[in-house]
């Protein structure tokens, strides 16, 4: 299972792209929409069925001139109207604005999930495929002296593997669009029920007991009562995980008494 892998560039592959998120963040203007007064914005995308096709001689001669082109007939792609459409005005701005800019957020918090798995997943040398909920639990068996004794030297005294699994819960809510408060704690009351009933899935985890219902940056908007993210609150997650990230880290160099590189 101990495979010659390199840690330290492993930690640095995630951080990374742990920059590139942080990166994209920048280019989202935060002051969009604030002065609109009316907008509407229907989503429109190419019909993969149909095409425009321009026969008549004059037309197509024009058109193989401006675009350099020597073709017999001229051909566009059709267009659909999705019925999907963004209506800001100045009455539900104050509403809309902040929970468009949550979703982005909380799209891009899936791939901070997506990256810190994967790092365990490498870490461990988990070389079968599987769920997140396995590649964790995995992780955990195959570290769990060095993770204790790291839990314990944490500021943090929480678990890091109860603290993955919770952000994994919301990872799978954002995931599976049903982003609502109610929906977040009937999958942490699963979990739990689970744990109780000494649940084989959970057997490798069984001894980290109960998941405490943390939100980790996440909030819940007053409106719709979903999973809210403000830019402030994805700055602080983006840290969190890459926080997660270190100790996963540190947990390989602690195992194999690899030299820590990066402190």
Known sequence: MNLPI???ELLKEYFFKALLIQQTTKM????????ISRSISNFIFTDPLNVA??????????????L?????????????????????TEQNKAEIIPD???QIYCHLSISLFENLVMLLKKLCSFEKKGTSFQIINEFYDYFKNELKLLDQKKID????????????????CITHANPTMEEVEKEFDQYNLKIKEENQAYSK??????????????NFDPYKKRIFLSPKSFNELLD????????????YCDKFKHNVEIE
């Open 6 to 8: 390199d840690p330290t």
């Open 28 to 35: 989202i203007d935060e002051n969009w929409g604030k002065n």
């Open 53 to 66: 096709i321009q026969t008549d001689k004059q037309q197509v001669a024009f058109f193989n001139e401006l």
């Open 68 to 88: 350099g082109t020597s073709q017999d007939t001229i051909s566009w792609s059709m267009k659909k109207n999705s019925q999907c459409s963004l209506d800001i």
């Open 100 to 102: 468009v800019l949550s």
């Open 157 to 172: 005294k929480t678990s890091t593997i109860l603290t993955i699994h919770n952000l994994r819960i919301f990872r799978n």
């Open 205 to 218: 985890i069984q001894d980290l007991g109960q998941l405490p219902r943390n939100l980790f940056y996440y």
């Open 240 to 251: 969190f995980y890459s926080q997660l990230a270190y100790i996963a880290y540190l947990c």
